[in-house]
């Protein structure tokens, strides 16, 4: 049966970064086939220029789809299925389909869509990402213009307009598998880890808090989290479920920073390879490294071991500290040596690490 292709779902407020975000992905795409759907709502709608605009191979016009309605929940059978069945059916399908929302709706009934037939046996959810302007959370605010976020709303009849702001960032935290806190250069170091820290505290275990300037955020972080997010649902529970099951979704996000000093800031993060000889034990392998990941706060781990005894290579590949392995093929004349990238923000211990994964 062939894979499932990977969806990923940026949710957040206007202003936060998600179009920075998106368009910084699609210039580092490294050759990935990208689809992007974007929730286009009235005069707001003009995501799709700037990223037609991107110039990428890999991302042209047909690449971008927009849905025309503003509240995904009550259009998920005429609107956003069809979408992405429009997708499917294509000769050149995507290698992953990003679905940016206005985060003024609940993500958690867009990721209950994927359940549909038409979709669940051949889209999965790899992972919602918000994004958090941290300039204004960590000011007291959920978005640095609250009015213009506000206006979005009442454009939109399909939006339950009673529900605080607050509430709804609730939601977003709460359906998160990372949390991208943009902005960071605004804000001293200690503001920025103060406010990972309590981001971290209020969402669910194992969820990621990365920081961010201008949505430079490597695609290998972004992309590839495997959390199959929407057979999970229970564990991202809405805050409140008033208001008939309109509680959802979408229109989008542009202008978005007003800080304009430039991108391709990729100096927040770095990655570094570990090479070691032969190890004995998989299974064992795989909790050191789960161990070493958690200890160090590692965003990715990916690379193959030689196991000894095993002709097959065995592959690791770790998000946060939920390590994947299998053996895929056999080393056969390349040498069996294992070899671990190792990806994270800025300031990893590179000594302690290399004598952990070596150990």
Excluded at 33 to 49: C, K, Q, S, T, W
Excluded at 161 to 175: G, K, M, V, Y
Excluded at 304 to 319: E, S
Aim: with cysteine.
């Amino acid at each position: 049966m062939p894979a499932k292709i990977p969806a990923t779902v940026i949710t957040g407020f206007l202003g936060a970064g998600k179009t920075t975000l998106i368009r910084h992905m699609l210039e580092n795409a490294k050759g990935k086939r990208i689809a992007l759907i974007i929730n286009e709502f009235g005069d707001l709608g003009v995501d799709g220029d700037i990223l037609k605009g991107c110039g990428d191979e890999t991302c042209t016009e047909d690449d971008i789809m927009e849905l025309s309605n503003g509240c995904i929940c009550c259009t998920v059978a005429d609107d956003f299925v069809p979408t992405i069945e429009k997708l499917l059916a294509r000769e050149n399908k995507p290698d992953h389909i990003v679905i940016e929302t206005s985060g003024l709706a609940l993500p958690q009934p867009l990721i209950r869509a994927f359940n549909w037939p038409e979709i669940s046996t051949q889209v999965t959810v790899d992972g919602v990402v918000t994004v958090v302007d941290g300039k204004a959370v960590t000011e007291g605010r959920f978005a640095h213009n609250v009015a213009a976020v506000d206006a979005q709303r009442k454009l939109d009849e399909n939006l339950d307009h009673e529900t605080p702001l607050s509430e709804l960032f609730e939601d977003q935290i709460a359906c998160a598998d990372m949390i991208v806190v943009n902005k960071s250069d605004l804000l001293s170091p200690d503001e920025v880890d103060a406010l990972a820290a309590k981001l971290k505290s209020e969402s669910r275990k194992g969820v990621q808090v990365v920081k961010s300037t201008m949505g430079a955020l490597p695609v290998d972080v972004l992309l590839g989290q495997g959390n199959s997010a929407e057979g999970d649902m229970d564990a991202r529970h809405e805050v409140h479920h008033h208001h008939h099951d309109h509680d959802d979704d979408h229109h989008d996000d542009h202008h978005e920073d007003d800080h304009h000093h430039h991108d391709h800031d990729h100096d927040a993060f770095e990655s570094f390879v570990v090479e070691r000889g032969e190890i004995t034990d998989a299974a064992a392998f795989a909790e050191q490294v789960a161990d070493i990941i958690r200890a160090h706060d590692i965003l990715r781990l990916k690379g193959f071991a030689a196991v000894t005894g095993k002709p097959m290579r065995l592959t690791l590949q770790a998000v946060g500290p939920r390590v994947d392995t299998y053996f895929d093929k056999p080393f056969g004349s390349d040498p069996r040596i294992t070899r671990l990238v190792v990806i994270g923000q800025a300031g990893l211990d590179h000594t302690a690490i290399e004598t952990a994964l070596k150990a």
